[in-house]
């Protein structure tokens, strides 16, 4: 529950709850049971009268409960996502009731190893069963349900809540309608379970923990703990983060023991390691991360396809740059397989050089992403972006759709060459305005990419799917065949590799469709002839020294590439503004009155293309 007792601080309280279960109690996924079950879980937001903007944040390995808001005014932080979850914040609590839970296993309120024991009387210890993320998440059901609750708006996690996230779209395939998954994976590397063996084994090497029964005398395997500790903080973090953190400063006035160091960075680690022992209970950290290693969707369902193949929600998977114990690569593979199977999927990959702690250290611009996914509105170009921090991309993209494309008769011609109902790639998408019309007029899907961050956020807005890569790179993650038509729209000219970029679209798609800047354009030809310098027109907005273009060709360069490269073009428009280039084109100069042109390209064997003048 939650109050408002002043303008600055959200008090909120962590409520307890005990379901009725079942006379043999909660079963497990390994077939045990739990005879009794406490669940600690906090909310903050009201609910609506339809039960239907319900968010659930899934916890990451340590946290609990406490997300957002103050406990009293003597805390001395708030809640761990605080800066995220709130009134008028990127999870907006005046919009979504948002609910918050420790997860089983835990150790703050939900049922775990220090818990009682109602057949005992004593902490678990020992006797506290395995469990798996499976688990986790079957008891955030029951709660949501406890709580009035059948279908949730969207489940939002990262790390480890991001796995519970997708456990959720598993489990419940029809009670999720948005998944976001944040610096996740569908199992872990193998690299990163190493880490993950080497904590548990020194926990259990600890000579006070004794199998897991040391709750009677209050000493615990703390020395274990703390090592533990240590060795998964450094997964969070990121050499550069680390070098330009500490380097190899060294700390004034200490004298270090026998082969320790005045290095700040022990420092560091042994303070983070104290302050952890201070509030986790040991048992809880291994059987927690023990349920993480063990987390892998293919095998468990038998495949990636197999495991998402009932689910109905919508995703959004966040990879951070520099994150290496979940790195972007296996966020790419659950997106590749949820494209394949035609599924709302966007990715987006944020730069950081916080490691995999940057969803908790860095949130403006993942808010931004949340935030506009959570709550799409049409027609709102680049939603929450201060003039100050539009880059140098962006604005370019934004200019791309105001100087082509910028009216509905645009749009209309080259919708007029796709299906109705098809399923599209727009590659190079900018702001999304294109699939968003597509759809709107002629219910056509799409998918857009964009490498920059701005133009993703506005597709987001829009509801708009998006796949934030970059183009030149290729387009390997997407699978083949799997769109009717891709679209590169006025990117060609943009690109390091054209015609391998060409070969993708065909090899994605059934058909391209391909928009172009005519570079030998009559104005073109008169500015260079007459005043010595690069044109600037409607068509070509930029200078010289500040163009995007990288490769300056004609309509009649593109036809001779297309059939040194076997493509065909099966029809194309060439367009012209003024009366003049109207004219040029209506009598036959194609490439002296085209300012620019739509070209429909695939690899069928069909009759020459017809030109139709516009």
């Known amino acids: 529950m939650t109050q408002m007792l002043s303008e600055e601080k959200i008090f909120v309280q962590t409520q307890i709850l005990r379901p009725q279960l079942d006379v043999e109690g909660f079963r497990l996924v390994s077939g045990a049971f739990l005879p009794e079950l406490e669940i600690a879980y906090e909310t903050y937001g009201t609910l609506n009268a339809y039960q239907s903007n319900a968010i659930f944040i899934c916890s990451h390995l ?18 761990w996502w605080d800066e995220m979850i709130g009134p008028g914040k990127s999870i907006d609590t005046l919009r979504h009731f948002v609910i918050a839970s420790n997860m089983l296993g835990g150790c703050k309120g939900t049922t775990g190893p220090a818990s009682i024991d109602p057949r005992s009387g004593k902490p678990y210890g020992s006797n506290f069963p395995v469990i ?37 779209t598993v489990s419940y395939p029809d009670k999720v309608k948005k998944c976001m998954g944040i610096a996740t994976a569908a199992s872990l590397s193998a690299q990163a379970l190493g880490f993950e063996v080497i904590g548990r084994k020194v926990i259990l090497e600890d000579s006070s923990f004794r199998m897991g029964d040391y709750y009677s005398d209050g000493k615990g395997p703390d020395r274990g703990l703390r090592l533990a500790r240590m060795i998964g903080h450094l997964t969070y973090l990121s050499s550069a983060s680390m070098d330009t953190k500490f380097g190899r400063q060294h700390r004034e006035g200490i004298k270090p023991g026998k082969f320790e160091t005045d290095f700040s960075i022990e420092s560091y680690l042994d303070h983070k390691a104290d302050a952890f022992v201070g509030r986790f209970d040991a048992n809880s950290y291994l059987h927690i991360t023990y349920a993480m290693d063990c987390f892998d969707l293919a095998r468990s369902y038998g ?14 998977l966040v990879a951070l ?25 966007s990715e987006i990959t944020l730069n950081s050089p916080y490691g995999h702690d940057a969803f908790l250290l860095e949130v403006e611009n993942l808010g931004r992403v949340i935030e506009s996914f959570l709550n799409p509105v049409d027609h709102t170009p680049f939603p929450g972006i201060r003039k100050d921090s539009v880059t140098e991309s962006s604005r370019r993209s934004r200019e791309k759709q105001e100087t082509i494309f910028n009216s509905t008769e645009d749009f209309v011609r080259l919708r007029d060459l796709i299906e109705p109902q098809s399923h599209v790639l727009d590659v190079g998408c900018g702001d999304g305005s294109l699939i968003d019309f597509l759809w709107k007029t002629k219910r056509v899907t799409g998918v857009g990419i964009d490498i920059d961050l701005d133009s993703v956020v506005a597709c987001l807005a829009k509801n708009v799917p998006v796949f934030q890569t970059n183009v030149d790179e290729g387009l390997a993650d997407v699978g083949t065949g799997l769109f009717d038509y891709a679209i590169l729209n006025r990117t060609l000219q943009e690109v390091r590799h054209p015609v391998m970029l060409l070969r993708e679209l065909l090899r994605v798609a059934k058909k391209g469709i391909v ?5 030998a ?3 073109n030809r008169v500015s260079l002839a007459i005043q010595g310098v690069m044109p600037i027109s409607e068509s070509l907005p930029y200078s010289w020294h500040n163009t995007p273009n990288i490769h300056l060709f004609s309509y009649a360069d593109f036809e001779a590439l297309c059939k040194s490269e076997g493509i065909h073009i099966e029809c194309a428009l060439s367009i012209g503004r003024s009366v003049l280039s109207r004219l040029l084109v209506k009598t036959g100069f194609l490439n002296l009155g085209a300012e620019y042109a739509i070209v429909r390209i695939s690899y069928q064997n069909k009759p020459s293309a017809s030109i139709n003048p516009t």
């Open 521 to 523: 354009h009559l104005r």
């Open 303 to 316: 495949s990636l396809e197999d495991a998402f193949k009932k689910t109905q929600a919508e995703f959004l």
């Open 132 to 168: 798996e993320i499976a688990d986790i998440v079957n008891v955030q059901r029951l709660l949501t349900k406890n709580l009035g609750i059948d279908v949730l708006e969207a489940v939002i996690g990262g790390s480890l809540g991001g796995m519970q996230a997708l456990q959720w």
């Open 62 to 79: 340590t946290s609990d409960a406490h997300a957002a808001g103050w406990h009293s005014e003597d805390d001395k932080q708030p809640g």
């Open 321 to 345: 740059s520099s994150d290496w114990l979940f790195p972007p690569e296996q966020t790419r593979d659950i997106t590749r397989v949820l494209l394949k199977q035609g599924k709302v999927a």
């Open 515 to 519: 928009t172009f800047p005519n570079f």
